[in-house]
């Protein structure tokens, strides 16, 4: 596609009413308004001339706005060309404005997952693999945007503001609607980091699982000597980790030892002895992350709302809630960022439903237990 550069006025550019970004931070605004004044603005808009008159913004809504907060009555801009005969569309002027904001870090997942959202609807034979090849993402990393919208919206409201992480609320989209309330009030006491949401939202999600294999079958009473063994397994694993507890004492007491009496006394054998310490640290890493993931579960079976217990969700219900809680535009999480632009259930392949937390997204494998998450609170 073709382009000139050029000085146009302010007022002969319109906002592009389908700019996919809708929250920006009113103080990096400020800054960047400074930074044009004493500067001059670095990197022009781009714009598409309309066939009515005038110009409509493509990309740049960030510069745009802190260049008329500036006092600027021009911008410099590069203007799309159409090749030949036809028009630049509505949808060319989307992607193009969708591409740049999904460079900057400040862009909302959710205004990225209604962006993706977009762009699939607007053409019936679009799929998950075309959008991310278009904008250069993973379709794993697009599917993760697209699940977001599976949330009720109070919770895509905490998302928008920020104190609900990705990883966390991708977890979290895959429950029922009822389960995610359970996890949203429960987050809302205060107690709960994102990495703890993220494993207690993946346990919920697999006892759903196995509930609902459970209601498919018969359920028959335990037979003696399965609680026998059942009893026996229980006692085991507390007795187990009461000798653990013991283990504590010797371990203690080495900790409190002089390192040169601890030389003389093991007489050539600290080498040894700390390789067995190395592996006794690797055991003990492994099962404090097995008890975490048993608390995980523990916490939501406490949490987990039988599909029985209540009513279904009204569509009004959820419209109310959306009405009062989405954020507005003057509102948006802190970001910090100084670039010059920042930025409905889905059926979408690779459904993250049995997506496990790991240390950089959530995977796509259903039977191992999630890794060590490290998540930004």
């Keep these: 596609m073709s382009q000139k550069f050029a000085t146009l006025k302010m007022r002969q550019i319109r906002r592009n009413p389908n700019q996919p970004r809708e929250h920006f931070n009113e103080e990096a605004l400020a800054e960047l308004a400074g930074s044009i004044k004493e500067h001059g603005l670095l990197q022009p808009i781009v714009v598409r001339k309309l066939a009515e008159g005038g110009y409509e913004l493509v990309a740049g809504e960030r510069r745009f706005r802190a260049n008329e907060l500036a006092g600027n009555i021009t911008i410099e801009t590069k203007i799309l060309l159409p090749e ?34 977009k762009v699939l609807d607007a053409d019936g034979d679009a799929d998950v693999a075309g959008v991310a090849k278009t904008f250069s993402k993973s379709v794993q990393y697009v599917n993760q945007r697209l699940a977001l919208l599976n949330l009720r919206p109070e919770i895509q409201a905490a998302v928008d503001l920020g104190h609900i992480g990705t990883q966390a609320a991708v977890q979290i989209a895959a429950l029922s ?113 097995q008890l975490r993931q048993a608390k995980a579960h523990a916490d939501a079976s406490e949490l987990m709302v039988s599909p029985d217990a209540i009513a279904p969700d009204l569509a009004a219900e959820a419209e109310a809630a959306l009405t ?20 409905a259930t889905t059926s979408a392949e690779g459904a993250t439903d049995d997506a496990e937390p790991t240390s950089t997204a959530v995977t796509e494998a259903e039977d191992n237990e999630p890794a060590t998450v490290t998540v930004a609170a």
């Design 84 to 117: 030949g005969d036809s028009e630049i569309s509505d949808m060319e002027s989307f992607k193009k404005a969708m591409a740049e904001n999904l460079t900057r870090e400040d862009m909302l997942p959710l205004e990225e997952a209604r962006g993706f959202k």
């Design 177 to 289: 609607r009822d389960n995610q309330r359970a996890v949203f009030e429960d987050w809302k006491k205060g107690d709960k980091s994102d990495n703890q949401l993220v494993h207690i939202a993946y346990a919920m999600r697999k006892q759903e699982k196995e509930a609902q294999q459970d209601s498919m079958v018969e359920i028959k009473e335990m037979a003696p000597e399965e609680k026998a063994e059942l009893a026996r397994a229980q006692a085991k694993t507390k007795s187990d980790l009461d000798e653990i507890e013991r283990m504590c004492e010797l371990l203690d007491t080495i900790s409190k030892a002089d390192p040169m009496e601890l030389a003389r006394a093991l007489d050539g054998q600290v080498g040894k002895r700390l390789e067995q310490m190395d592996r006794v640290a690797g055991f003990l890493q492994k099962a404090r992350f």
């Design 324 to 343: 009062s809680l989405e954020p507005t535009a003057d509102v948006s999480p802190e970001t910090g960022g100084e670039t010059d632009d920042g930025n």
